[in-house]
């Protein structure tokens, strides 16, 4: 599986877009790009993931780039509720079901 | 209704003794893993089972022997505990297919003294 590289911490000011990147240039044609918090040594929580498409929920968007290479979660009005460790995971659809965390952005909402 | 739920939530117990962790999920998944953090927040896979057979096995101590009863529940027995044990463990599962999205419960806050 691919090795992801994000950076350590970032702040956000409440109530505006918290853009958080995410590059993982060695991914391959079939590896999903799959975004978790961990609030507070809560167990992790699933946001989002994606192949090759944009994508969006009720939580973030995910912006993958034409050539994968690199992504951005994207929640966009964060809260101070938002503040969190935020990992980016990159899997193989056909490889073990292992998830290979790095160590995330620390991201801290500001009122 | 807790999708993966844990017990206990907190552990705190001597060196040398044997332990137990539970875990138990509702969400119908077939595949169930045990995570391990620890004091420098790194979280790794242990153990993953899939329809009670094991199908990953990272290098862990042979202490560590998890057991799967049914598809449900996925337990984690410790023994002869370590200072090194000290950490959370958390408990995920999925339904095994590409997408493969892992739920996880709030974990098991492990002291040893």
């Known amino acids: 599986d691919a090795k992801t590289t994000q950076p350590p911490s970032m702040d956000c000011a409440e109530g505006r877009a918290a853009n958080l990147p995410c590059n993982h240039s060695?991914?391959?044609?079939?590896?999903?790009v799959y975004w978790y918090r961990q609030i507070h040594s809560q167990g992790p929580q699933y946001i989002i993931h994606?192949?090759?498409n944009n994508e969006t929920n009720e939580m973030a968007s995910l912006i993958i780039t034409e050539d994968r290479k690199s992504s951005t979660l994207i929640l966009p009005h964060a809260t101070l509720r938002d503040t969190a460790v935020y990992y980016c995971?990159?899997?193989?659809?056909?490889?073990?079901?292992?998830?290979?965390f790095g160590t995330g952005t620390r991201l801290k909402v500001l009122a | 209704d807790t999708a993966v739920s844990q017990t206990p939530k907190y552990l705190v117990t001597q060196m040398g003794n044997d332990k137990s962790i539970k875990c138990e999920q509702n969400?119908?998944?077939?595949?169930m893993y045990w995570y391990k953090q620890d004091s420098k927040k790194f979280l790794k896979i242990m153990f993953s089972?899939?329809?009670?057979?094991?199908?990953i096995n990272e290098t862990v101590p042979n202490r560590f022997s998890p057991k799967s009863p049914d598809k449900a529940h996925l337990n984690l027995h410790i023994n002869s505990l370590e200072l090194g044990d000290s950490a959370v463990y958390f408990c995920?599962?999925?339904?095994?297919?590409?997408?493969?999205?892992?739920?996880f419960g709030a974990g098991t806050r492990l002291s040893v003294l």
């Open positions: 995920a599962s999925s339904q095994a297919s590409s997408v493969n999205i892992q739920y």
């Open positions: 060695t991914i391959s044609g079939n590896e999903y």
């Open positions: 994606g192949l090759k």
């Open positions: 995971i990159v899997r193989s659809s056909s490889g073990t079901y292992k998830y290979i």
């Open positions: 969400l119908g998944h077939d595949t």
């Open positions: 089972y899939n329809n009670k057979e094991l199908i």
